[in-house]
């Protein structure tokens, strides 16, 4: 497994981050939700990278990545996320499963952010979770390879891997 070298800015949380806990809500994850409530988003809200990753070694809220497993094993991922594909296949067959599998992990008030390849999936993943009864689910925008570039080519201008966050591959 190769480990990419964490080449970032993004700065530890404080201690009262780390002290506050799950119980109460973190502010980046208060103004997404605030900002979800005046868009209509339909899930709790969008987190950019930098707040996902912050949140995520925090211990404040859960990462999954809800790309398939081979997305994940032959493009990489953040490691030390759960896993649970939204789609399977080389057709990308919506996963029956998903929302069973994701009530089998956490419980439907854990703050919980989906990251996908581009911000799409994982929007249409935190729709569905939301309409099931799971109160806290946040897209990771941009996702882990980004938007298309001039060249239609994703890894250039956005999403986890172009900032810099710690990621690994197979």
């Known amino acids: 497994m190769t480990v990419i070298p964490l080449n970032h800015t993004v700065e530890s949380p404080t201690p009262e981050e780390k002290k506050s806990g799950e119980s109460e809500i973190p502010a980046i994850l208060l103004a997404a939700t605030q900002e979800a409530l005046n868009s209509e988003l339909g899930y709790a809200g969008t987190v950019n990278p930098e707040d996902a990753w912050k949140l995520f070694v925090g211990g404040q809220a859960h990462l999954i990545d809800v790309r398939t497993s081979e997305e994940r094993k032959f493009v990489g991922h953040v490691p030390n996320t759960l896993h649970i594909a939204w789609q399977t296949g080389p057709a990308l067959i919506k996963n029956p499963r998903f929302l069973r599998e994701l009530e089998n992990k956490l419980p439907r008030d854990a703050a919980i952010l989906l990251l996908c390849r581009s911000g799409k999936r994982s929007a249409a993943a935190a729709i569905a979770a939301t309409k099931a009864g799971f109160t806290r689910v946040y897209n990771v925008c941009e ?28």
């Open 143 to 170: 996702g882990f390879e980004g938007d298309l570039d001039d060249n239609q080519q994703r890894g250039r201008i956005s999403g986890w891997r172009q900032r810099g966050l710690p990621w690994v591959q197979d």
